[in-house]
């Protein structure tokens, strides 16, 4: 029993050195922010889904139109459409470049701290 | 050492309080240092949990009846396999189990994620630190592994049906996918909690839905041919409660992976995919809960306990808290995009998912009736199988046929023309099938004849797909047909995998046909000489022998099999008699036809002191294709769970553009 409780005791003490390490790492740190998104990365993230999706569909698309999967009248329907919704998503993405690049990391306000 | 375990579980569960706590109060503040200890304390109680669960597997190979759980759940005399199948064959093992899978998959998907979803991980981390807690308190306060006692000579020994080979991969599996379940229900609500609703929560789930869909629909059919050769009552799936508790988070995860393509593919269904997260993981929780809480009477449910008002408080706690969160989020959950004709692939899969749904409310519903009777009017009414049944059929059917239908119409809108076309030669196969097959006779059962009719449908989709997508390959420049084919497969491996999945439920959908549809069932009291004649076979009652097996007596009566003129050869049948248990098993006979798939199944109701024996007898057609199916399903999980480099590739391009870490 003495053991077992000399064990558990141990166990409670490492726990609380794991729990703690962040702290004990960094006692006094320049900064003790979480490194979140800000709010132009999070829309360009999203506009990159909506291209990647685009760019996606299209591949689908000829796959399944040169399978025989999807016939030539719903090809013929789809691609325009799904082509300009790709040039849509890559011109935001354009749009969007030259203000990113104005900005620098720093000015933007994202910390640059350490990595959750 | 009941010491060690018990002060492990309490640390657990400190540690999980921390995690809650602090992990919440870290991302609220917006606190680096404070989230990281946060994860740091659910890392660690993973490992508390773990020495927890190794005090108690020790205890059980040690037969160390000091331990209350051990002395209830085994004896000396129990072979060692099925004492360490004890560690989840009681109620507080069990939970034990859930708690170090949930800690265990917490750690690891908060460590897998940490870099490239890290905005999302610091609010994931609180979630999972509040399921924790949960069962970390059930296991330290409410139904503790590690009570002890006066040490008595031996133990209670183990439930007959639960000595079993199955029972050392069934309920694990079936906890891997339960637990499992956690996972995208924490990184759902932690999607919610941060406002970070892009796909990335998506994305960092995806194969851990699958993983724990897999385990959950493989975990079902284990435990389906349990019943089948252990409970002997000659069929493998019979509604019950707790069986049912399984299928339906299965369904709800089913859905959800069929309608998060079109979340993926089009941006639609954002509120309803985290609905159906939010279900599937609720689900899980009321599945544990009906298994372990007593709450109904079950040939699965080996417990009666306090443990059911605690579960009931946290999934009803579970519900509102989401619901609640969904409802804040609703105007940036709503998608953009709008279903452009009900004659798509995403429309579908919706009707696909409907029906999904529609299916798993019929059975939750009738699995709660009987409680919700009892509760108002004093008499428990149970729903019986015809109430199940009427409803498989109902949305099972549309639902075989839809897995023909939806991957082969086009995304956004698809013109009738294009679809007479695409399906001509399919609807041509099932037709045939159908008309063969109904002059075989086979119109006696007329949900089995639309089973066999729909099965031919998808079956041939399937093989069309592969045939087509194996060709444009080779045209593309594939150097031969096998590496055109596993080009194919390499490039696409969800739809391919999924493709395989489906081929792997028609043969299920063929199997429950075929055995329960056109199944046939003798009965008879024989003495030795005797014999029996059943579609087409004659079994002759042979002789009765009695042997001492490690923890049993068994009795097995011998027959003797024809099948026309031919010798099958013998078959043994009859009972296990446990000293310990005081208990008495059926011990099926089962002679499987491996070409034909048919199952000669006996079971030796009754023996009698002077020798005779009530026999009942089924020939159940087709019902190994149900076990090959379960090889199928595992096989097209395995290649859709497969890492596919170039999407991984594309998510990490993705993610450097807007500075986020190229690793995940």
Request: hydrophobic letters at 50%.
């Amino acid at each position: 029993m003495t053991v077992a409780l000399l064990l558990a005791a141990t166990l409670a003490v490492a726990c609380v050195i794991v729990v703690a390490l962040p702290f004990l790492r960094e006692p006094d740190p320049d900064k003790d922010v979480l490194d979140e998104l800000d709010e132009d990365d999070r829309r360009r993230l999203e506009r990159l889904e909506t291209r990647d999706r685009a760019l996606s569909a299209l591949r689908e698309l000829e796959f399944d139109h040169r399978t025989g999967t999807i016939s030539d009248d719903d090809y013929r329907e789809q691609i325009g459409p799904l082509r300009r919704e790709a040039a849509t998503a890559l011109q935001a993405l354009e749009r969007d470049a030259p203000e990113q690049q104005e900005q620098s990391p720093d000015e933007k306000g994202r910390p640059t701290g350490g990595r959750i | 050492m009941p010491e060690l375990g018990r002060a492990a579980l309490v640390v657990t569960l400190g540690l999980s309080t921390y995690a809650l706590v602090a992990g919440a109060l870290a991302a609220h503040l917006g606190r680096r240092r404070l989230a990281q200890s946060a994860q740091n304390a659910l890392i660690a109680a993973f490992f508390t949990t773990l020495i927890a669960s190794g005090v108690l597997l020790a205890a059980l190979v040690r037969h160390d009846f000091s331990f209350t759980y051990v002395a209830r759940t085994t004896s000396e005399a129990l072979p060692t396999g099925y004492t360490i199948s004890a560690f989840w064959g009681g109620q507080e093992g069990s939970l034990l189990l859930w708690l170090l899978i949930l800690t265990g998959f917490g750690a690891a998907a908060v460590r897998l994620n940490r870099s490239w979803a890290r905005d999302l991980i610091v609010w994931v981390v609180p979630i999972f630190g509040a399921v924790a807690v949960f069962f970390s308190f059930l296991v330290v306060a409410v139904a503790s592994p590690f009570a002890t006692q006066a040490a008595p000579p031996d133990g209670a020994g183990m439930t007959p049906s639960l000595q079993n080979p199955y029972m050392l991969v069934h309920p694990p599996m079936l906890y891997l996918g339960y637990v499992g379940l956690t996972v995208p229900f924490a990184f759902a609500l932690g999607a919610l909690l941060s406002g970070r609703l892009d796909e990335r929560w998506l994305i960092a789930t995806r194969r851990w839905t699958l993983f724990a869909w897999t385990a959950l629909g493989i975990g079902q059919l284990l435990g389906a041919h349990w019943a089948y050769v252990e409970v002997g009552w000659g069929g493998y799936y019979a509604w019950d409660p707790v069986e049912n508790a399984a299928l339906m988070p299965w369904l709800a995860a089913t859905a959800f992976l069929h309608s998060v393509m079109i979340q993926e593919k089009r941006g639609m269904l954002r509120i309803w995919n985290v609905l159906l997260v939010i279900l599937a993981f609720s689900l899980s929780l009321f599945g544990t809960f009906l298994t372990r809480s007593g709450v109904v009477n079950s040939i699965h449910s080996f417990t009666q306990s306090s443990i059911g008002p605690w579960f009931l408080a946290f999934i009803g706690v579970t519900v509102a808290m989401s619901l609640a969160l969904v409802f804040w989020r609703l105007p940036r959950l709503r998608s953009p995009t709008k279903l452009e004709s009900p004659i798509s692939r995403e429309a579908a899969f919706l009707y696909n998912n409907l029906l999904l749904l529609a299916l798993c409310l019929a059975i939750l519903w009738g699995v709660v009736y009987p409680m919700l009777s009892e509760a108002i009017r004093g008499e428990a009414v149970v729903l019986g199988r015809s109430y199940y049944d009427f409803f498989l059929r109902a949305f099972g059917l549309p639902l075989l046929l839809l897995m023909g239908i939806g991957p082969l119409i086009a995304w956004r809108r698809a013109s009738l023309r294009s679809l007479l076309t695409t399906f001509r030669w399919p609807t041509f196969v099932a037709l045939a099938t159908g008309g063969v097959l109904l002059a075989l006779g086979a119109g006696s059962s007329v949900p089995g004849l639309i089973a066999y009719t729909f099965s031919a449908f998808v079956g041939s989709t399937i093989v069309m797909e592969f045939a087509r997508g194996t060709r444009a390959r080779k045209a593309l420049g594939a150097a031969s047909w096998p590496g055109a084919f596993s080009s194919l497969m390499a490039r696409n491996r969800r739809r391919y995998g999924g493709y395989v999945v489906h081929a792997s439920i028609v043969l299920l959908a063929i199997g429950v046909a075929g055995s329960s549809a056109f199944d046939s069932v003798a009965e008879a009291k024989l003495t030795q000489g005797e014999s029996l004649a059943i579609g087409g076979y004659t079994l002759v009652y042979r002789s009765l022998a009695e042997r001492q097996s490690a923890n049993a007596t068994e009795i097995r009566a011998t027959l003797g099999i024809r099948r026309g003129a031919d010798d099958l050869g013998t078959l043994e049948t009859g009972k296990n008699a446990y000293t310990i248990e005081q208990q008495v098993s059926n011990e099926v006979g089962i002679r499987s036809d491996k070409l034909t798939g048919e199952d000669l199944f006996v079971i030796a109701e009754q023996i009698d002191p002077d020798g005779s024996v009530y026999f009942r007898v089924f020939v159940k057609p087709l019902v190994n294709l149900i076990w090959l199916a379960g090889l199928v399903f595992l096989l097209g999980s395995v290649i859709t769970l497969w890492p596919d480099r170039r999407e991984q590739r594309r998510l990490v391009a993705r993610a450097s553009e807007v500075g986020l870490p190229a690793t995940r």
